[in-house]
């Protein structure tokens, strides 16, 4: 391999970890995360006049034990407490094995919809913790979810921790 080709395979490594790294601090910066027990709300964002808010029921969910190879899914519930339609933009998963569903039509003021959380535990053991991060027509725009739990391993008729 020529010198040239290696200095070109260096920076396209290099630019692709600074990309990286550019998307990941972007993404913390915008998040919100905000824990909440299941039964209260969380008013995640605060409405100016004609403006969308969302509140959702709770913004992390522990999935408790998960089989390995099962799908385990969440529904995050929210309702739009401000005055404006409710636009979702994007929903993204941490990681390939967590796969967010969302609505694009609008959400009117005072109507409720859900972020549809998919986990898919195969090739995976051990605890797990996940995000979404779920970008708004809202201020802030993004707000992150959280999914957790304990991938259990099963060796024919046992199981391991």
Known sequence: MSKYTKLFLCMITLFAFTACQQEKSK???NSIHIAASADSSVAIKSAKEGE??????KTEHDFGIVM???RAEFNFKFKNTGDGDLLIANAL???GCTVPEFSKEPIKPGNEGFIKVK?????REDKFTKEVYVTTNTTP????LI???FVQVKNG???LK
């Open 119 to 123: 986990f898919n535990s195969e090739y």
């Open 147 to 149: 999914i957790k739990g």
């Open 52 to 57: 969308a808010a969302i509140t959702f029921e």
């Open 157 to 159: 008729s046992q199981l």
């Open 27 to 29: 993404a913390s910066a």
């Open 68 to 70: 390995q190879g099962e």
């Open 93 to 95: 998963g941490s990681c």
């Open 141 to 144: 725009p993004q707000t992150t």
